[in-house]
């Protein structure tokens, strides 16, 4: 997949744990790790936004496009 969520740097940043994070945002540890991870086939908006509120950051500091090598152009 071409996008990942850096997480770990936001949560290293805030000096916040994955438990207190989860708490904060109203998901469960388990999925906050499929976040963290880059297991996560999608992400609700609503989610983002907590992320965001929680973690004082922008979308763009949790989201990263990096291009697949040999994918194929649409």
Known sequence: MSIYVNLDVMMARRHM?????ADKIGITPANLSILKNNKAKAVRFSTLEALCRVLD??????????????????
């Open 57 to 74: 950051c922008q979308p763009g500091d949790l989201l990263e496009y990096r291009p697949d090598d040999g994918a194929e152009p649409h």
């Open 17 to 21: 744990g994955a438990g207190e994070l």
